[in-house]
């Protein structure tokens, strides 16, 4: 018997009243459901705005470090990079407001270790373009996905030359307009840090520069198990290449974020509609065999492949088929699906 799945991630379920603020944010959010996304970028720039401007006064040590980072990542770092992976797919605001988007850009973006314009060509521009495949700049396929000296090398790859790259890779394809969003972006991002540095080198390389480099890291390592389990016959099916994580708390806290077959199918499917769109296309996820696990986010899953974890792997791996397999079978089908493609 078919294994029966509840769904606990969160959907948008409209309210009977809109508080005052949601009342007034309505009128340049495009949909209701977007409110959450727009009230973390209202909370972000009354809360971090005046903290650097605060921090710039100060003579930075440990306490402020360990202060600023706790609030930053407690609150705002994670959903910040997805609530603008959601903005880059999705309009936010209305037409007429759409500026405010590349303002959240500038002006947000930056505390969350995301210069201006880069994550937008990178992802939009490129990633979903290549979909994990070879010419795909961030693609797994060449690495050896339980090797934690192939992500070392994924990473240093992707931090020290993804900028030539990415910029070489427009100039191919002749997207000139992204090529000068990235460039303006990278230039205006290192012309603050500068000017900034002057003023207070430690407050800048607090706030702005140490979270890019968390934020790369970061970024590379939950792009690294999203596409860890690749089929070496099929790499172009996007239900053979991604994973799901289902019931887990990154989700909640990140716009369902965990589910990113569904996303490679529909990039601009509505964060919301994820959870009804993978029981609506079970039978799909079944017949491609796809990876689905239950409990543990991409950080976990990295975690665990860089450990070679496989045996606990396998006990969160969420077994759709009618015929349940043993942990062994398992364990056979995540190794298979982590070795090099291509390279």
């Given at each position: 018997m078919a294994r029966e799945i509840v769904l606990t991630d969160p959907v948008y379920m409209p309210k009977d009243r809109l508080s005052p603020l949601?009342?007034?944010?309505?009128?340049?959010?495009k949909e209701d459901r977007d409110l959450p996304i727009a009230k973390l970028l209202l909370a972000m720039a009354a809360v971090?705005?005046?903290?650097?401007?605060?921090?710039?006064?100060?003579?930075?040590?440990?306490?402020h470090v360990v202060a600023y980072y706790a609030l930053l990542f407690g609150l705002f770092f994670d959903r910040f990079i997805l609530a603008l992976h959601n903005y880059s797919h999705r309009q936010l605001f209305k037409p007429q407001y759409r500026w405010l988007s590349r303002v959240a850009t500038w002006t947000i973006g930056?505390?969350?270790?995301?210069?201006?314009?880069?994550?937008?060509?990178?992802?939009?521009?490129?990633?979903?373009?290549?979909?994990?495949?070879?010419?795909?700049?961030?693609?797994?396929?060449?690495?050896?996905?339980?090797?934690?000296?192939?992500?070392?090398?994924?990473?240093?790859?992707?931090?020290?030359?993804?900028?030539?790259?990415?910029?070489?890779?427009?100039?191919?394809?002749?997207?000139w307009s992204l090529v000068k969003?990235?460039?303006?972006?990278?230039l205006g991002w290192l012309t603050a840090v500068v000017v900034l540095g002057l003023i207070n080198l430690k407050a800048t390389l607090l706030i702005?520069?140490?979270?890019?480099?968390?934020?790369?890291?970061?970024?590379?390592?939950?792009?690294?198990?999203?596409?860890a389990f690749v089929d070496p016959d099929e790499p172009d099916n996007d239900r053979k290449s991604s994973i799901v994580c289902i019931n887990c708390r990154?989700?909640?806290?990140?716009?369902?974020?965990?589910?990113?077959?569904?996303?490679?199918?529909?990039p601009n499917l509505h964060w919301s509609e994820m959870p009804a769109d993978f029981l609506a296309k079970r039978e799909t996820y079944v017949r491609d065999d796809a990876v689905v696990f239950e409990g543990i986010d991409y950080f976990q899953v990295w975690g665990l492949l860089m450990l070679k974890r496989y045996d606990v792997l396998a006990r969160n791996f969420v077994d759709l088929r009618e015929e349940p397999r043993s942990q062994r079978e398992i364990?056979?089908?995540?190794?298979?699906?982590?070795?090099?493609?291509g390279a």
């Open positions: 949601e009342d007034f944010l309505m009128r340049y959010v971090l705005w005046p903290t650097a401007a605060f921090l710039f006064t100060q003579d930075i040590g440990i306490l930056p505390f969350a270790g995301e210069t201006p314009e880069t994550y937008f060509v990178h992802h939009i521009g490129m990633h979903h373009a290549e979909g994990n495949l070879l010419a795909d700049l961030s693609s797994t396929m060449p690495y050896r996905r339980d090797s934690l000296r192939g992500f070392l090398h994924y990473w240093a790859s992707f931090f020290f030359l993804v900028h030539p790259a990415l910029i070489a890779y427009m100039a191919r394809r002749k997207r969003r990235m460039v303006a972006g990278e702005f520069v140490g979270p890019v480099i968390i934020s790369r890291f970061l970024m590379m390592a939950g792009n690294w198990a999203q596409h990154y989700n909640r806290r990140c716009f369902n974020d965990g589910y990113h077959i569904g996303h490679h199918e529909k364990v056979a089908l995540l190794r298979h699906r982590t070795q090099p493609i």
